[in-house]
């Protein structure tokens, strides 16, 4: 393939830059909190001694006649003190015009990633490769054990495939769009950023409860999701929305043996019609069906087909951007975001090398929210722990209470943390 | 680390009440200093969000300036319309200072809109004046102009990698105006058309052979389908 100084934004990455703003900026977050003080020097070389390798990170966003493309970005990037509201949108231009940010706190470094770079699984990859390279230039003895590609590794073309596309086969299975959806609502703050809970529990707690209901733990999840949601939003509540609908990611790489470092996952979609005398056990039954059913090989297909055959209709092809752009932000409201209730995104396990496990105490992930999808979960396992990452845009947590609560009824003991973001100050 | 008997949880942060619940926590033993993962808000810390008053000063005195403009012309002299001059003008401003300077839009927009605006500006004068110049003398003026300093930017600018295929489009556009003229408007003036026409077909030229390379690639990259 040949190597050239830009790249076309992925099929799912087409839709965000049209479409981001401060009320949605579409950032997710990986965060570790590290055994001792972060060296921001050492971070920031860290940082621009990888950038060589992932070309598709050292990139800047650039408007094109017919598409948004990343163009090759030779401006050094900076690392930064963290920012209390992070998931923030990122001011691109203060930003050296990269598409994502590095965060440094005592002994907490952040990856803040823009979606249109790419997705959670590829974002924790490039997260451990800095994690790999700062220990290194730290002097620390860190040995990869095949889990990390060190900065030696020659940066791969299929790291920068888009896999959507090359992956596109002709597959017709219908899904029908929810109907008379609910959502999660409250008092929004009358200030940006977003309120952060994390609910850190043992892993093995939650994959044995999980296991008593034969689910899986992002079933187990994605059940207590839809459960959670009954209990705070519709129970006793008069309303003919009673629909909730639940985006998870499938991470598409391993399906298809995928190197990639852009996005490459799809949604399947859990949801349930609220109705009275509803159980968990219910909940986590229709999580399971659905997730495996979604699963299935022919239903991801389809929905490759129908995303990649939109960004192949020559009739859209052909319009130009500042039309474009308006055409996908009606259509991402009638056809994307407005179809969920709310998103759970488990990411699974961070396996890290042994030498590098010595240094980090603490994996997190977070995703922002936006103004159509207000509650958001996000999930990442690491070292006999599993950090579930609650995200609003506004005051109420009572959602966030009723999901802790479910997830801790059997006795699992559970620490949380809070940005305390609804504080009067 | 402090315990919420509510939640039945334990709560890592520096304050003294549950994140969850809004109870005070219990604080058991000697409390450690602890690393607070999440830093709490900031009141003082708010986003750069620009403060637009004088933007809407200018605004306000700009229709103002052409109202009145407007009523004067109405009520002192219907037969000599000047003040459509007043507002192509106070728009034109507009132009130059929040598109062409202060705004970080392409090179290729600049320069149309700067074109565009002038064009407009000079149309109106042409308007209130007794005589025809503006297709004749002018406009091939204009167009030799800026064929002529788009030619010296690309020659001098340290961005004329960038910068080429913009310029080349623009050349392509000019050249067909003249062409235009050339051919079909026989009551124009037309020797300024021929040495634009001339002129700017040999920068095309030029950039065509010198930078063909650059074209090919930036073409492929600003409209890939």
């Known amino acids: ?425 | 680390m402090k315990y919420c008997k509510h939640c039945k949880a334990e709560v890592q942060s520096s304050e003294n009440y549950c994140p969850l619940c809004y109870n005070y926590l219990d604080t058991e033993g000697e409390e450690k200093e602890e690393f607070v993962y999440y830093l709490e808000r900031d009141a003082s810390r708010k986003r750069a969000i620009g403060n637009n008053f004088l933007l809407k000063l200018f605004l306000y005195l700009s229709i103002c300036v052409t109202v009145v403009c407007f009523v004067i012309n109405y009520f002192t002299d219907k037969h000599m319309l000047w003040s459509p001059v007043v507002f192509v003008s106070v728009l034109y401003m507009w132009i130059l200072i929040m598109h062409t300077i202060m705004s970080s839009r392409s090179a290729f927009e600049k320069i149309f809109f700067q074109l565009v605006g002038i064009i407009a500006l000079l149309l109106t004068l042409e308007r209130i004046s007794a005589s025809a110049w503006f297709l004749s003398y002018v406009l091939p003026a204009i167009l030799i102009a800026t064929t002529s300093v788009l030619a010296m930017i690309s020659l001098i600018s340290k961005h004329k990698k960038a910068l080429i295929t913009t310029f080349f489009v623009f050349y392509i556009l000019f050249e067909v105006v003249s062409l235009v003229f050339l051919i079909f408007l026989k009551d124009v003036y037309f020797l300024l058309y021929l040495i634009h026409a001339i002129y700017n077909g040999l920068i095309l030229l030029g950039t065509l052979l010198f930078g063909g390379k650059i074209i090919r690639n930036e073409v492929a990259k600003k409209a890939h389908l």
């Not at chain 1, 003190?81 to 005592?106: C, H, Q, S, T």
């Not at chain 1, 008593?212 to 509540?237: D, H, P, Q, R, S």
Request: contains cysteine.
């Open chain 1, 1 to 425: 393939m040949k190597k050239r100084n830009w790249y076309p934004l992925d099929n799912a990455a087409k839709i965000f830059p049209a479409v981001y703003s401060e009320k949605r900026p579409y950032n997710f977050c990986f965060s570790a909190v590290l055994s001792e003080k972060v060296v921001p020097e050492k971070l920031n070389a860290a940082l621009n001694n990888i950038l060589g390798r992932i070309p598709t990170f050292k990139t800047r966003l650039k408007r094109g006649v017919f598409w948004y493309y990343l163009e090759e970005n030779k401006k050094p990037f900076r690392v930064e003190e963290e920012i209390p509201d992070y998931l923030g949108l990122i001011d691109f231009k203060a930003n050296n015009d990269y598409l994502f940010k590095v965060y440094y706190r005592e002994y907490k470094i952040s990856l803040v990633c823009f979606h249109a770079l790419t997705d959670g699984n590829g974002g924790l990859e490039v997260f451990k490769q800095i994690l790999l390279e700062y220990f290194l230039l730290l002097g620390k003895k860190v040995n990869p054990d095949g889990l990390i590609k060190p900065k030696t590794t020659p940066d791969n073309y299929k790291e920068r495939t888009d896999n959507y596309v090359s992956n596109y086969k002709k597959a017709k299975v219908r899904i029908k769009s929810p109907k008379n959806l609910a959502h999660s609502d409250g008092t929004a703050f009358d200030y940006e950023g977003f309120g952060l809970i994390t609910a850190t529990f043992r892993l093995d707690d939650l994959k044995a409860a999980a296991k008593n209901y034969g689910a899986t733990l992002t079933e187990y999840l994605a059940g207590v999701y839809l459960y959670a949601f009954f209990n705070t939003y519709l129970k006793g509540v008069n309303t003919k929305k009673k629909n909730v609908c639940i985006l998870v990611p499938v991470d598409m790489r391993k399906k298809y043996n995928s190197e990639s470092l852009r996005n490459y996952s799809l949604f399947v979609r859990v949801q349930r019609e609220y109705s009275e005398n509803f159980t968990l056990e219910q909940c986590i039954a229709s999580a399971v069906e659905q997730i495996r059913k979604g699963c299935d090989e022919k239903v991801l297909d389809s929905i490759n087909h129908f995303n990649v055959s939109v960004e192949k209709n020559v009739l859209l092809k052909i319009v130009p951007l500042f039309l474009k752009d308006i055409v996908l932000r009606i259509g991402y409201y009638f056809q994307g975001e407005n179809l969920q209730s709310g998103d759970l995104s488990n990411v699974g396990l961070v396996e890290l090398p042994k030498d590098l496990k010595e240094f980090v105490k603490d994996v997190n992930f977070s995703i922002s929210a936006s103004h159509t999808s207000k509650q958001l979960v996000a999930a990442i396992g690491y070292d006999e722990k599993i950090n579930v990452t609650f995200t609003r845009n506004f005051v109420e947590n009572a959602f966030e209470r009723e999901f802790i609560s479910v997830l801790t009824q059997n006795g699992e003991a559970v620490v949380v943390k809070s940005n305390y973001w609804e504080k009067k100050l």
